[in-house]
């Protein structure tokens, strides 16, 4: 084993590095949500240099979803008892932001009425259902579920200092539940193999694909919990996973990494204990092999798609961040060898391509916004452009890598160090007293 001194003077330099550098790029990016701000339909999709006022015709609550998440991931508005029950981050990788007052003030700020436009056009008058319209995904789409799920899982009593606001979040879970059974669902899914039980696009037609199946598993395993139990659709995602391994072995194949990570992600969730060491293993060395040609791990296979032709991918900060959440799903609490560090070269090079394409708009002149820092889709070539949708994924991928390395930063020092951290057993006085009295 490698010595503490050789970590402590080689690569423990750069980490911090790193996670000093991340959490700069993480403020910078929030500050952007401090703009174009709409009290009526929340956030635009994007915003363009000298812009003053995007134009805007609905709330698009995907969106405002997404955004809000990354928020308040952000501004660390995320329960202990949350992230246990949901097993999705151990507690112990948690390490929050440290935001002044004023940044921490503005998010709170806009948090909160982004919230209250979320609830109002979300919650049925009567009380008794949900409701959402996406003009990409059709109504109750699963993506949009997801995202709210994700939101409904923040302390909001935080954030607002009362209880109604949890309580209206409390029930969005449960119409979240209602309106998409797991068993219900997913066993249809099996038997008819039929994508449109997850979205309905009005203009264009679903096609077969791990990504809307993983986003219903996490959706079900966030709300109800990791000792929910076994979910369906396993044997899929391991069937998937191992044929795009087989394709990964085929020059010009249609293998598709993005597929494979999420089939990965997708069994962890599903019935974590049958992952075992080798597979992980083997999904990590093809996304190393397809990193040597391209830093980020583009998708290959749509999930939507028009008449016309026009077809619609995942990005890949979503591969990025499904490769996070799959490390620390099966790390856990372990300290050797693990997943996280494992990965860390290759979520450090990801970073770095990210880094690479970041805008910055210029001051609106006459308008009191400063310069803007965010990241337009990697479909979409304009430097002049920011997506604030895609903003929020990368701000949740920054997040959760200077997570992944600060737990990387402890795992290493603590081992190489040679300390336990078991605690030491407590033992009665008398017990003691017989043990070391000499008479």
């Known amino acids: 084993m490698e010595s503490l001194e050789k970590y402590l003077t080689e690569e423990h330099p750069f980490d911090l590095r790193d996670i000093a550098e991340i959490e700069k790029l993480i403020i910078s990016a929030t500050e952007t949500y401090k703009y174009y701000f709409d009290d009526i339909y929340a956030w635009p999709y994007e915003i363009n240099a000298g812009q003053a006022a995007p134009k805007m015709k609905k709330l698009s609550v995907s969106t405002t979803a997404m955004i809000l998440y990354a928020l308040l991931r952000a501004g660390n508005y995320f329960s202990e008892l949350a992230y246990k029950k949901s097993g999705k981050t151990p507690i112990a990788t948690v390490f929050p932001i440290n935001l002044n007052k004023d940044e ?43 995202w709210l799920a994700e939101v409904s899982m923040a302390d909001w009593t935080r954030v607002d200092n009362t209880k109604e606001m949890q309580d209206e979040w409390d029930k969005v879970k449960t119409l979240i539940l209602d309106s998409y059974s797991s068993k219900k669902t997913l066993k249809k899914y099996e038997k008819y193999n039929d994508p449109t039980l997850l979205f309905k696009p009005s203009t264009s037609k679903p096609l077969k694909h791990s990504f809307p199946l993983l986003r219903f598993v996490q959706t079900i395993r966030q709300i109800k919990g990791k000792d929910h139990g076994p979910l369906p659709l396993y044997e899929h995602f391991e069937k998937s996973l191992h044929e795009q391994l087989s394709f990964s072995s085929i020059p010009d194949s249609r293998f598709d990494p993005a597929e494979a990570m999420f089939c990965l992600e997708g069994m962890l969730l599903c019935q974590k204990n049958t992952v075992d060491r080798t597979l992980f293993e083997r999904v990590i060395e093809v996304l190393t092999q397809v990193q040597h040609e391209n830093a980020n791990w583009r998708p290959v296979k749509p999930y939507l798609a028009t008449p016309q032709g026009f077809v619609l991918f995942p990005i890949s900060i979503e591969v990025a961040n499904s490769l996070l959440r799959a490390c620390t799903i099966f790390d856990g609490n372990a300290l050797h060898d693990t997943f996280g560090s494992k990965s860390i070269l290759l979520l450090r090079r990801y970073c770095q391509w990210l880094k690479a394409r970041s805008v910055r708009l210029p001051p609106v002149e006459g308008k009191e916004i400063p310069e803007l820092v965010g990241w337009h889709s990697e479909h979409v070539n304009d430097t002049k452009t920011i997506h604030l949708w895609e903003t929020s994924q990368v701000i949740e991928f920054l997040l959760s890598y200077r997570n992944a390395l600060q737990a990387h930063v ?20 008398s017990d003691i007293k017989s043990k070391y009295e000499p008479v």
């Open 104 to 146: 921490e003030q503005s998010i709170r700020e806009k948090i909160t009425r982004a919230s209250k436009l979320l609830l109002a056009n979300i919650l049925k008058p009567e009380g008794n259902g949900i409701k959402t319209d996406s003009g990409t995904f059709g109504k109750d789409d699963v993506f949009t579920f997801a």
């Open 410 to 429: 402890a795992r290493t020092t603590l081992v190489r160090s040679r300390f336990s951290n078991k605690l030491e057993k407590k033992e009665e006085w």
